[in-house]
């Protein structure tokens, strides 16, 4: 075994600071990770690369990068319970005190514990290394027929998509409204046509992102964002809007645009974090009886759903991943994942550098 390794590191300039550090080695209860596969999220480009702005749970302790990891486990400590040397598991990328309420229902994400509550890539090392630790109680096994470029995507994208899609209810009866076609945006689609979807359409500012959201099937239909997106949305609706909308924008005018487009009774629900928006309660909300959701990442048993979920559908979100750079071309992953201009991208290792 090797006893130093190269890790990434974000010092909040735009660049990528790559380092070589010790090798850890896994205390009670954890476990050695050879990463696989590392993407880059929206957030720790929002956050963290640009510049150090989040706070609380987004606040960037100087840790090495990367909430989103997947790996093959190959050092146990003392005390594992289920996992073992050879596992293949993908993280849920916060690790939280395990006790408090939230913790209880696996909702580590909003973990009450200020002492206890770390999230890998922010306040503990993530997975943009040659290795990581990670608690054995974070770990959801990724089944064989999915890669690991899949299960990086499970742990943030494609778990935070289906828990709010489980929050509004898909099924066949439903138009979708995607504001947003990053990577979570389509993942929506993806998830919304294995949910049996009626028709999708989806809304965005960046046309290379609205060609991959058409290519890969994702969506029905897109539309360049703009002032008459409602009225866009109501035609390819028989003139009514969609019954559900999923904003993966956060930006103020797309989220009207959702709440706008959907029609009465209709659902609503805001993934896209930051931001604001204005709408106007009574003709937007209120008479038409609709309801806006929030949903913050998921929980671990649904992220084990999911992942049968993904097996049974043969859904492999690793389609999204546009780009894949090896560890050493970090700074490269991170700046192309800046630009937009791609789908997911993703920093892999091994079998998964093809
Ligand atoms: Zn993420
Ligand atoms: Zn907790």
Redesign the pocket.
């Known amino acids: 075994m090797q006893e130093t390794m190269t890790a990434a590191y974000l010092p909040g300039n735009s660049t990528v600071e790559m380092r070589t550090v010790p090798v850890p080695t896994p205390g009670h209860g954890e476990v050695l990770l050879r990463m696989k596969a590392s993407t880059i999220?929206?957030?720790?480009i929002r956050c963290i690369y640009h510049e150090h702005l989040g706070k609380g749970p987004e606040g960037y302790q100087g840790v090495v990068a990367g909430?989103?990891p997947c790996g093959q486990i190959v050092a146990e400590g003392p005390g594992c319970r289920r996992f073992k040397t050879g596992d293949r598991v993908i993280v849920y990328?916060i690790s939280g005190c395990g006790v408090c309420n939230d913790c209880r229902r696996g909702y580590m994400i909003s973990c009450t514990s200020a002492r206890y509550r770390r999230a890998y890539g922010w306040q503990r090392d993530g997975g943009m290394a040659e290795y990581m630790i990670a608690e054995e109680k974070d770990l959801i096994a990724l089944p064989d027929a999915l890669s690991y470029a899949d299960g990086a995507q499970v742990?943030?994208?494609f778990g935070?998509v289906y828990e709010g899609l489980e929050k509004i209810g898909i099924d066949g009866n439903h138009a979708v409204l995607i504001t947003g076609l990053g990577p979570v945006g389509l993942a929506t689609g993806a998830l919304c046509r294995k949910l049996g979807a009626n028709k999708i359409i989806g809304i965005d500012v960046v046309p290379e992102r609205m060609k991959i959201a058409l290519d890969l099937g994702l969506c029905d239909a897109v539309q360049a964002s703009g002032p008459d997106n409602v009225a866009q949305v109501r035609e390819l609706t028989g003139g009514f809007g969609v019954e559900r909308a999923v904003d993966c924008s956060a930006n103020n005018l797309a989220r009207a645009t959702a709440i706008r487009a959907t029609r009465k009774w209709g659902k609503i629900v805001f993934l896209g974090e930051g931001g604001t928006v204005e709408f106007n309660p009574s003709p937007d909300i209120i008479h038409d009886q609709k309801t806006i959701y929030g949903s913050w990442v998921t929980s671990t048993w649904l992220m084990e759903e999911l992942v049968e979920r993904l097996v049974r559908w043969n859904l492999h979100p690793a389609d999204i991943i546009t780009h894949r750079f090896a560890l050493d071309k970090a700074a490269d992953a991170y700046a192309l994942m800046a630009s937009g201009k791609c789908g997911k991208v993703a920093v892999c290792q091994d079998e998964e550098l093809k």
């Open positions: 999220c929206g957030s720790d909430h989103e990328h742990a943030c994208g935070t």
